[in-house]
């Protein structure tokens, strides 16, 4: 069984309803168990028992909200015990244009440097969905994807 821990920050709900959607792709792959927290109910540890990482962040300023940056800057206590798990990335900004790529990079920079597996999207939003506010139907497709991507990759690396 794959488990997919989803971590986000949202304080409009935009993110936050992007995460739903994530977590609803990935509990349609089965034999995954999936785990949405906010990143001020998440803890370290939990990054460990997860085999796929999720996470979503409203856009600041081109980057990742403060909480989120400063739960990753406190995954430096476990480096090197993330290797080989899938990850992945979303985010949700107030514009066009506001930076919602560089939001995902930094992420996934992050799960990179964790020594994770990241899928890149070959067609269209190549490194993670983005919402301009509240995500519609096509964003929430998107999100759905990428749940179900990173479980189903999970699976198929027996993480």
């Known amino acids: 069984m794959a488990k997919v821990l989803i971590i986000y920050d949202s ?3 935009n993110t936050e309803k992007m995460a739903m959607a994530v977590a609803e792709g990935a509990k349609q792959v ?3 168990k999936v785990t949405v927290k906010s990143v001020d109910k998440a803890k370290v540890e939990d990054l460990l028992d997860a085999d796929g990482i999720i996470l979503g962040s409203p856009t600041y300023y081109g980057d990742m909200s403060g ?5 990753i800057d406190k995954s430096n206590k476990i480096h090197g015990k993330l290797k080989g798990k899938v990850g992945g990335a979303f985010t949700s ?5 506001c930076g919602a790529e560089t939001t995902l990079l930094a992420m996934t920079h992050a799960l990179l440097i964790h020594g994770m597996v990241v899928q890149g999207r070959f067609d269209d ?3 993670g969905p983005t919402a301009v506010e509240s995500p519609g139907e096509e964003e929430e497709s998107l999100c759905r994807e990428l749940g179900a991507r990173v ?8 993480r």
């Open 67 to 71: 909480r989120l940056k400063e739960f």
């Open 30 to 32: 089965p034999d995954t």
């Open 125 to 127: 939003k190549h490194y």
């Open 151 to 158: 479980a189903s990759l999970s699976q198929r690396l027996g």
């Open 93 to 97: 900004a107030g514009g066009t244009a």
């Open 11 to 13: 304080r409009t709900g």
